[in-house]
């Protein structure tokens, strides 16, 4: 009995006990912080962040800077996007308004226009602008196309990127600005 009172009253569990109770302290406080902060991302992102809405009427503005057709290079293409948003995922039709081929401007009408299918994803970005990936599938006069764009949200008004395109294998800048319904 004169041992257990010797290092003042205390078996060598409860010594062990109290030894690692600040650990056990700490990580409970950092899970309990942890659930704290994660409540309030989700308040944030449900009452507070706006997620872009990018439905509604767009005007694209092709460049092409490289093709496998040389005349083409250079060439400048209009058109008329209209999406729909669910979430992150964007629908919607295109029609091509006009072409710049050397100097050269060919404006369609609307009866004449050549249509097309855009589906595509948003990625939100917190600390930078969000992206948006669209595809774009064309039923041209001679064959159809795809045509991928990889856009940047400059503003809610602005999307700008590149795009790559199975129609004369080419590459090059798009611009959309957000426009009125003709």
């Not at 406080?29 to 872009?52: C, E, H, M, Q, R």
């Not at 029609?95 to 595509?120: L, T």
Request: proline content about 2%.
């Amino acid at each position: 009995m004169g041992d257990r009172f010797a290092n003042g009253g205390r078996s060598s569990a409860v010594k062990f006990f109290w030894r690692i109770c600040p650990i056990i302290n700490n990580i409970i406080s950092a899970v309990i912080s942890a659930f704290i902060i994660a409540g309030l991302l989700a308040i944030w992102n449900d009452y507070f962040y706006k997620a872009d809405q990018l439905a509604g009427f767009w005007r694209a503005e092709f460049e092409i800077q490289q093709s496998d057709i040389a005349r083409f290079e250079g060439m400048k293409t209009s058109y008329a996007f209209i999406l729909q948003q669910e979430g992150q995922v964007l629908r919607g039709a295109t029609e091509k308004i006009s072409e710049e081929v050397d100097g050269e401007i060919k404006n369609y009408q609307p009866y004449d226009r050549i249509h097309g299918n855009a589906s595509g994803t948003i990625t939100y970005r917190v600390y930078s602008n969000s992206t948006l990936d669209l595809v774009v599938q064309e039923n041209g006069r001679l064959r159809k196309s795809t045509t991928i764009l990889h856009l940047e949200l400059v503003s809610q008004n602005r999307l700008e990127g590149t795009f790559a395109s199975t129609a004369a294998t080419s590459v090059g800048r798009v611009v959309l600005k957000r426009a009125e319904p003709n």
